[in-house]
T-cell receptor, first 113, second 108 residues
């Protein structure tokens, strides 16, 4: 089983719908992240959390919200999806602060029509 | 803020050596990471440099010069399976900011 699991892996939805992407991890890490990947733009940070009571905005948080339900669970919501939110979304975790190493889930491909 | 620059594409042949450069501008710098991502897959961690110098891990090496705001990933004895995208990422305060990636194409 994967250490970082994302659901759903693929989702097609319509403009204006509410969407939730879920992430769970078994690595025991406190730090969790949501990134968005678009062709030619690399990975851009949406939100991150260092523990259950800590939520921080990243570079591109507008139009997104998150919830850290437990140490192991971090979900990303699009309250009213729009077509330019079509992208590949990755959840990641990290342990100690000084390693520069993130562990990524397999990604959730979202298409907004 | 932070910005990173790396070439969009590099091509090489099997058995060759290739260097992927990364320059960065950042207001806070703790280290430089490298990640590999195959098409359809998730990024996977390759290396991290916090101090100046060369770090070697098998066929892959990573170099950092903090004074030049520059680093590179060196891949030796290239194999077809090395065809992938490679991302440099700056570790700043609390978070990792990624470059736009370099697509490496290895041909026979």
């Amino acid at each position: 089983d994967a250490d970082v699991t994302q659901t759903p892996r693929n989702r097609i939805t319509k403009t204006g719908k509410r969407i939730m992407l879920e992430c769970s991890q078994t690595k025991g890490h406190d730090r969790m992240y949501w990134y968005r990947q678009d062709p030619g733009l690399g990975l851009r940070l949406i939100y991150y959390s260092f523990d259950v009571k800590d939520i921080n905005k990243g570079e591109i948080s507008d139009g997104y919200s998150v919830s850290r339900q437990a140490q192991a669970k971090f979900s990303l919501s699009l309250e009213s999806a729009i077509p330019n939110q079509t992208a590949l979304y990755f959840c990641a975790t990290s342990g100690a602060a000084g390693t520069g190493e993130l562990f990524f889930g397999e990604g959730s491909r979202l298409t907004v029509l | 803020g932070q910005s990173l620059e790396q070439p969009s594409e590099v091509t090489a042949v099997e058995g060759a050596i290739v260097q992927i450069n990364c320059t960065y501008q950042t207001s806070g710098f703790y280290g430089l990471s490298w990640y590999q991502q195959h098409d359809g897959g998730a990024p996977t961690f390759l290396s991290y440099n916090a101090l100046d110098g060369l770090e070697e891990t098998g066929r892959f090496s990573s170099f950092l010069s903090r004074s030049d705001s520059y680093g590179y990933l060196l891949l030796q004895e290239l194999q077809m399976k090395d065809s992938a995208s490679y991302f440099c990422a700056v570790r700043g305060f609390q978070k990792l900011v990624f470059g736009t990636g370099t697509r490496l194409l290895v041909s026979p």
